[in-house]
């Protein structure tokens, strides 16, 4: 019998995240014993992070025979890490994986503090490899963060790096920061224009890549720097917060039944969850939500509040702790009529809001902030579906 092809690179996946002070060692120590509950062998599996200069962002990889040679299955078979390593990092933080052979496939998800924020997974079932309209998550992710693809599969190749084991984490944790920041011990502050040097102790050996012209090196940010960088990103993001908050309340679109009351305001993903948290309430005591007529003030009272809101990807919701697919939905939702329409409902997690039933026409999809058992908004969820 013929022995099956080996793959050479069936591609690459880990953690990512943005450079901020957290403990490697405490890092490392939740990344192994959550594999130990899995009852994995980690006697030489070590976590390896890796800086970038450029972005800011660091890559954690996990090396040793854990892996077995396949870094993307072994990341889309073990997302579960990312909440035990979100756990300890006080920003979000990122899994992937990218499939290069047989077939091309890519993914990732998003926690902070132990709690999925959204995910995505695509490997173009039926499309074309040339196709224009092919949507690659990772790809995408890498576009949005400013991110080289090929920096990314190259493992920030030639920028300072560190590694520790997973089963016995060891060493300084501010002296491995200042490692992974270049500035371990034997190093110097650069000089205007030039590299900035490796670290000597702690620094993983053989991540040496082609030098690069000084004028493309990018100048060390100070700390001062890098934290008006921050403040400055939080107060654009909380000004676009408020944008969009102002902007939802205005001429807000809203149904009444005998249940309670169910808005859907424009302009809103379910990733805007804290948008859509101001229009998930239990029981309305006092003021209304905003963009809420006030002469309904005294009639609401007590009364539930819910949203609707679109849902581009499926994978933006939960069926028990993975994100839905395609598949999984089809094998699980059920049919039911709404208006002389023919929909395929399923009670799902959003995550950061709660449960509630999507609902699908073709491509089209809402997600409602109720149970399947409670009553439907009809022309609401059939006006968003672009059926009303």
């Given amino acids: 019998m013929q022995a ?16 901020d002070m957290f403990r490697p060692k405490m890092l490392a120590g939740a990344l192994g ?16 992070l890796t800086l970038s200069l450029e972005s800011q962002l660091v890559l954690g990889r996990i090396e040793g025979a854990v892996v077995e040679d396949n870094p993307p299955d072994f ?8 909440m035990a390593a979100s756990q300890v990092f006080p920003r979000q933080m990122f899994a992937y994986y990218v499939y290069a052979q047989p077939e091309r496939r890519e993914g990732f998800m998003v926690a902070q503090r132990g709690q999925p924020l959204a995910a995505d997974d695509s490997e173009q079932d039926g499309l074309p490899a040339d196709d224009p309209e092919k949507r690659w998550p990772v790809t995408m992710m890498c576009e949005q963060m400013r ?7 190259a493992g920030f190749a030639g920028c300072p790096s560190i590694e520790i084991s997973l089963l016995e984490p060891a060493g300084d944790d501010r002296e491995l920061l200042m490692t992974l920041a270049g500035r371990g011990p034997g190093t110097e502050e650069p000089q205007p224009g030039e590299p900035p040097a490796q670290a000597s102790a702690g620094a993983r050996p053989g991540r040496e890549a082609p030098a690069k012209p000084a004028a493309q090196k990018p100048r060390k940010i100070t700390a001062e720097e890098d934290q008006r960088r921050r403040d400055a990103q939080k107060a654009a993001e ?48 006092g003021n209304l939500p905003e963009g809420l007529p006030r002469e309904m003030h005294d009639a609401l009272q007590g009364k539930p509040v819910d949203f609707a809101v679109r849902v581009e990807f499926l994978s933006e919701v939960f069926r028990g702790n993975q994100p839905l697919s395609g598949p999984a939905f089809r094998e699980h939702a059920q049919t039911t009529s709404l208006g002389g329409h023919e929909l395929l409902a399923l009670e799902v997690l959003a995550p950061r809001l ?13 997600f409602v902030s109720r149970k399947s058992e409670q009553p439907v908004p009809e022309k609401l969820v059939l006006s968003l579906l672009g059926l009303g």
């Avoid at 959550?34 to 390896?48: G, H, M, T």
């Avoid at 990341?75 to 990312?82: E, G, I, Q, S």
Wanted: hydrophobic fraction near 45%; aromatic fraction near 6%.
């Fill in 147 to 153: 991110l080289s693809m090929a920096d990314l599969e």
């Fill in 354 to 366: 709660g449960s509630g039933t999507l609902f699908a026409k073709e491509r089209n999809r809402v």
């Fill in 4 to 19: 099956p092809a080996t793959i050479e690179n069936p591609g690459h996946g880990g953690l990512l995240f943005p450079f």
């Fill in 75 to 82: 990341w889309r078979n073990n997302l579960d890490l990312l």
């Fill in 238 to 285: 909380l000004e676009a917060l408020n944008n969009l908050a102002a902007k939802t309340s205005k001429n807000l679109p809203f149904v009444v039944d005998d249940h309670g009351i169910v808005v859907a305001p424009e302009g809103v993903e379910l990733a805007d969850t804290r948008v859509l948290s101001r229009y998930l309430v239990n029981a309305i005591e």
């Fill in 33 to 48: 014993e959550a594999l130990v509950a899995k009852v994995r062998n980690i006697v030489d599996a070590r976590l390896v």
